[in-house]
């Protein structure tokens, strides 16, 4: 089967599984995302985190531990993992999906941690939340305190099962998922899945 | 409030014809525009990767030789409230480029804002040195260049081309730079009466600040990134798509993989487990 007919099938599934819903109306399973929602998602999440960067009892390694704790729910690290792999994800085996899915956690852990750093009092507004197709929300903030200009910082949230979760986050027009994929395509076209796996273990066993 | 004051001036007879100007131009611009072939973000649309890897290794032995040491010296001789100064002077310089782009993108509230910070900041602004528009609460300065304007009248980018010396680009923005030159009054309308060394200066002190204002985020990039070729590309390819847009937030199918977006949903929808035949591994 080539990937077009593939995507035919699927475009095709999708919309027979649709019909059904047609006649109930809206999808009563999921309510939609709303801006206030989003808006208090946001604002809740940096209030925290901003107060465990700021609080000096922490050390680094707890505030890391802090934040990982709070960001496990509210972020859905498997759909954002699959995001970034794009379509590289469908020809992957289910065997290398889910040690990918597994590497991607402390990969992102890493990235997390390599980035905490960066922190030097900044704090931050919400300018703008607003939903922008029925199941995503997009809410614009600045961050402020940073050398030069203020950051425009867009957090890009989608309904999924557990509620509104962050899949991505865009700092002046550059998506962190769009860029990850970008890096991820170049090892997976030059060495192959296999590659990429390799990489990903090598880089968590560097950082440890 | 001067703000208010600068967009209240719109109806003078100056700007009146400067709009005008710009609309004759604007029509010109969309006849021409129709013929040719409509953007899309295309993502790493790079054909000559082979070529591009080469010159970008090349861009980056001489930077590791020359520019960051020299941004380094720079940012080690001059205060930091001196370093904005001297940015606010380059930026000001660069406002009949920018001022030219905006009237031809149709952009009239950023072109008043342009020719308004220019007055102020060159005014009070002692020469330029100083934002004075800033001060007064002015929004975040902007910048328009001519590949920007043919972005917007649907000019595609064409494929990611490594230029050595200049860094990363496209045909549409590098026939953008040869433009933005010949618009640029300062590099040659006035070529007489600015020496060659301050036209040469300007483009070396353009560069300096750029990467001076860089250093921790280059040597970010290089130290976190797996591939740092393949990031400074998808960086630039994205900063560039967020300028031309001026900022509005990136429309979804541009930036997810709509498959793995439909899919997303499909696994809910069906529960079922991944589909058969589509395995590439061995």
């Not at chain 1, 900044?122 to 050398?147: K, P």
């Not at chain 2, 920007?148 to 953008?176: E, F, H, I």
Request: net charge negative; glycine share 8%.
């Amino acid at each position: 089967m080539t990937a077009h007919d593939q995507m035919t099938r699927r475009r095709l599934l999708a919309a027979i599984a649709t019909l059904p819903m047609l006649g109930s109306g809206p999808r009563a399973a999921r309510a939609e995302p709303s801006a206030e929602k989003a808006r208090a998602l946001i604002q809740d999440l940096g209030n925290q985190v901003l107060e465990i960067l700021r609080d000096p009892s922490l050390s680094n390694d707890r505030k890391l531990e802090r934040l990982i704790d709070l960001l496990e729910g509210p972020i859905d690290l498997d759909l954002v993992a699959r995001l970034i792999l794009g379509r590289h994800w469908r020809s992957a085996s289910e065997a290398q999906r889910q040690e990918y899915l597994e590497l991607f956690r402390g990969y992102a852990l890493n990235f997390l941690a390599s980035k905490l750093h960066l922190y030097r009092g900044q704090s931050y507004e919400i300018l703008d939340a607003q939903v922008i197709s029925e199941r995503d929300a997009l809410v614009t903030t600045r961050i402020l305190g940073n050398q030069g200009p203020p950051l425009k910082v867009d957090w890009r949230l989608r309904d999924q099962d557990g509620g509104l979760m962050a899949i991505d986050v865009v700092v002046e027009g550059v998506s962190l998922i769009v860029t990850q994929r970008s890096e991820f395509g170049s090892v997976i076209e030059r060495d192959g899945f296999e590659g990429l796996l390799a990489e990903l273990r090598q880089r968590i066993r560097q950082a440890t | 409030m001067m703000i208010r004051g600068g967009r209240a001036g719109a109806g003078t007879p100056g700007a009146t014809a400067m709009r005008k100007l710009a609309s004759t131009w604007l029509v010109l611009m969309l006849l021409q525009g129709c013929a040719s072939v409509p953007t899309s973000a295309q993502q790493d649309d790079d054909p000559l990767e082979p070529m591009n890897r080469a010159i970008f290794e090349f861009n980056n032995t001489l930077d590791g030789l020359i520019l960051e040491p020299a941004a380094r010296m720079y940012r080690f001789a001059f205060p930091q409230a001196a370093r904005d100064g001297i940015g606010n002077f380059l930026d000001n310089l660069r406002t009949p480029v920018v001022l030219a782009n905006d009237l031809m993108q149709g952009e009239f509230e950023r072109a008043e804002m342009t020719l308004g910070r220019f007055m102020l900041n060159t005014v009070l602004g002692v020469g330029g040195f100083v934002d004075v528009g800033a001060m007064v609460g002015m929004p975040d300065r902007h910048t328009e260049d001519f590949g920007q304007t043919l972005a917007v009248y649907g000019v595609a980018s064409g494929p990611y081309v490594m230029l050595p010396l200049l860094g990363p680009s496209n045909p549409r923005d590098a026939t953008g730079l040869v433009v933005d030159a010949l618009i640029d009054p300062f590099s040659i309308l006035f070529s007489d009466a600015v020496p060659l060394e301050a036209r040469l200066g300007q483009r070396g002190a353009m560069m300096l600040r750029f990467r001076e204002e860089n250093i921790e985020t280059i040597e970010e990039l290089k130290r976190t990134s797996i591939d740092f070729y393949a990031a400074t590309r998808t960086l630039v390819q994205q900063l560039r798509a967020n300028e031309i847009r001026n900022g509005a937030p990136a429309p979804l199918d541009e930036i997810y993989d709509e498959d793995i977006y439909d899919e997303d949903i499909y696994d809910e929808t069906f529960d079922e487990p991944e589909d058969p035949g589509d395995d590439d591994s061995p």
